[in-house]
């Protein structure tokens, strides 16, 4: 069974779609993540939840809006999408906010055309 | 920014053992080591962390100075699906708010060559 799993893993789209990112962790953590990976291979954190509340949100813009319907889930819906936007996203878990380590999903390719 | 440096890239042959330096200078007291790798277009994976004392798992070794501003990463018998890019992080205990992020480096591209 895979631990943290991601859909779609490739993306393709245009300039000025909305487009969403699904993750599921089946671990059983109450804490979740999304980082993004862009061409030069940096790998950062975007946003952290705990619990489905929101702890971290790293000055990413408002076009992209994480959602935890449950603390299983947390999904990534992306509004109106820039070419810079191009990157992979990591999903990952930890079991807690002091978790020591991170679960990291396979990661989905996005490429804005 | 990462608190940490690492040379960019090492080779090292298979069977023998791969021995990943990392200097974080800064590191405070209660501030952990983390190793993470990242194998080509997979997720990363966490490998191991320690604090002050020198830790052991089923994948690899830290070795942590006494004066803990630098560690080392060692896998004991490098195989081929060893070659990934390792990142040592430095990170403290969760405080609340941001307190948990990882920050990653650049890592060091180990390449184990047959």
């Known amino acids: 069974d895979t631990a943290v799993s991601q859909t779609p893993k490739y993306l393709v789209t245009q300039m000025g779609n909305d487009k969403s990112i699904k993750c599921e962790q089946n671990?059983?953590?109450?804490?979740m993540y999304w980082y993004k990976q862009d061409s030069k291979k940096f790998l950062k954190i975007m946003f952290s939840y705990n619990n489905k509340e929101l702890i971290i949100n790293e000055t990413v813009p408002n076009r992209f809006s994480p959602k935890s319907p449950d603390k299983a889930h947390l999904n990534l819906h992306i509004n109106s999408l820039e070419l810079g936007d191009s990157a992979v996203y990591f999903c990952?878990?930890?079991?807690?906010?002091?978790?020591?380590?991170?679960?990291f999903g396979p990661g989905t390719r996005l490429t804005v055309t | 920014d990462a608190k940490t440096t690492q040379p960019p890239s090492m080779d090292c042959a298979e069977g023998r053992a791969a021995n990943l330096p990392c200097n974080h200078s800064t590191i405070s007291g209660n501030e952990y080591v983390y190793w993470y790798r990242q194998i080509h277009s997979q997720g990363p994976q966490y490998i191991i962390h320690g604090l002050k004392n020198n830790e052991t798992n089923e994948m690899a070794s830290l070795i942590i100075t006494e004066d803990r501003k630098s560690s080392t990463l060692i896998l004991p018998h490098a195989t081929l699906r060893d070659t990934a890019v390792y990142y040592c992080i430095v990170r403290g205990p969760y405080y609340g708010g941001a307190t948990n992020k990882l920050i990653f480096g650049t890592g060091t591209l180990l390449a184990v060559q047959p």
């Open positions: 671990l059983g953590h109450d804490t």
């Open positions: 990952a878990s930890s079991q807690d906010v002091g978790g020591h380590e991170q679960y």
